[in-house]
């Protein structure tokens, strides 16, 4: 028996001596092996192993959870009795329960064994190619590390679901500098299966630090107009993270709050814009499990424009009476266009390319505002320059609505295939 099952099948076994009559026990280990570089200096390879037991108890349909970062006997079942002390004072929830398709697999995927060797030649060709070509940039920090996460999910009426996943992760944060000039902070980030890439050629990294260079003496943008954005794929991740916590998440479909509550079947997007969950797919670093313990599967969000399923849980559903959703969400892909981002730019008037953007929390009916950072003025189609102190404001739902064109070119960062995205209609402001 795996090491992990045998502490959350004894977890579990806690859990019904202390009154629960049903339960889930989470059992994982993480494990890390790093390279970090800070301060000017490349440190020391380091290895840091974590274990998390996290435990689920109903009585009834009354939940308690607890949690513990120990395999140690006591712990266990300190943990257990609390869940079950919780469940006997919290609330019935008819909601509440197990999943009803019993379960049992195991999923692995990646490499499980680090390569010290591979990891410290992509660090210092990092630093090398940096200081040789792009010797204007200066980096905050930046890790190459190995994670080998394991986990077993648990739960009473037999479900046993085993994941064993090892993969790289590669980030740096930089700035770009010349004399008393600099470009903001940038970054970029990519979590692959073997060092056998140059990692600066990782997630389009490249040419981020190019565009970073070409930021360092930014202008201020003048004046206030409604003109076109075009977003990089990793600024428009964080978009399509906010759509789906705005407006397809469980929290949101409970309390009624989703603008998208009754759309299931409806255009929400522009006809060109199709925007799927894959969980499974080789190339990305996906769950295998949902965290309620479903096996999860590939989905369509919106295709064709069209709203085909929200990011919808077991309990969520059960509250809602909507179809829970085959996937726990993330493992974004966004199908590309016919234009290469150089037609994209030459077809914009006046707009921005915006490769970050800093702002607030999106309001329920997913109004938006903030800076747009590390970011383009286009006029007439050309890149006139790095531009500050631009804002942008606009509604998440009209924005995949007014959506034109997306580029033909995609990056894959490891955990999502995205393009570059132009939106029409969006206010810029500048000073």
Wanted: proline content about 4%; charged content about 20%.
């Amino acid at each position: 028996m795996n090491p992990n099952e045998a502490i959350a099948r004894k977890c579990l076994s806690y859990l019904t001596a202390a009154g629960a009559t049903q339960g889930v026990c989470v059992a994982s280990v993480g494990t890390k092996t790093e390279f970090y570089y800070e301060s000017g200096s490349l440190g020391l390879l380091r290895t840091v192993r974590n274990v998390t037991v996290s435990v689920k108890a109903l009585v009834g349909t009354r939940k308690g959870v607890s949690s513990v970062n120990s395999f140690e006997e006591e712990d266990l079942k300190r943990a257990a009795e609390e869940a079950v002390s919780g469940a006997k004072i919290s609330k019935e929830d008819p909601a509440e329960g197990l999943p009803e398709e019993i379960t049992v697999q195991s999923f692995e995927k990646g490499p499980m064994v680090p390569d010290p060797e591979a990891m410290l030649l992509r660090m210092t060709e990092f630093f090398d190619e940096l200081r040789e070509r792009y010797p204007a940039v200066s980096v905050d920090s930046a890790s190459l590390d190995h994670t080998l996460a394991e986990s077993v999910y648990c739960a009473t009426n037999g479900i046993c679901l085993t994941t064993r996943q090892g993969a790289y992760s590669f980030s740096p944060m930089f700035m770009c500098r010349e004399g008393e000039h600099t470009s903001s902070f940038n970054y970029f980030g990519a979590v692959f299966d073997a060092p056998t890439t140059p990692v600066i050629d990782l997630a389009g990294g490249r040419g981020i630090i190019e565009d970073s260079l070409k930021q360092i003496n930014p202008a201020p943008l003048s004046g206030k107009f409604v003109g076109d954005v075009i977003f990089t794929p990793a600024c428009f991740a964080g978009l399509l993270g906010s759509v789906e916590g705005n407006f397809l998440s469980d929290s949101v479909l409970i309390d009624g709050t989703s603008i998208w509550k009754d759309h299931l079947g409806k255009r929400v997007a522009a006809p060109c814009f199709t925007w799927s969950s894959r969980p499974r797919a080789e190339e990305l670093t996906g769950g295998y499990f949902t965290t309620e313990g479903y096996v999860a599967e590939d989905m369509d969000i919106i295709k064709d424009g069209v709203l085909q399923n929200f990011v919808l849980g077991r309990y969520a559903s059960k509250k809602t009476g909507l179809k829970r959703s085959p996937s726990g969400g993330g493992c974004y892909f966004v199908e590309g266009g016919t234009e290469s981002l150089e037609e994209m730019i030459a077809s914009v008037s006046h707009g921005l390319l915006v490769a970050r953007f800093s702002g607030g929390d999106p309001t329920s009916d997913g109004t938006v505002s903030g800076v747009a950072k590390n970011s383009f003025e286009i006029k007439n189609g050309k890149i006139v320059g790095g531009v500050s102190e631009a804002m942008i404001s606009g509604n998440l739902a009209k924005m995949l609505t007014d959506i034109t064109s997306l580029s033909k070119e995609r990056i894959n960062d490891g955990t999502c295939v995205l393009p570059w995205v132009k939106i029409n209609g969006i206010t810029i402001s500048g000073k």
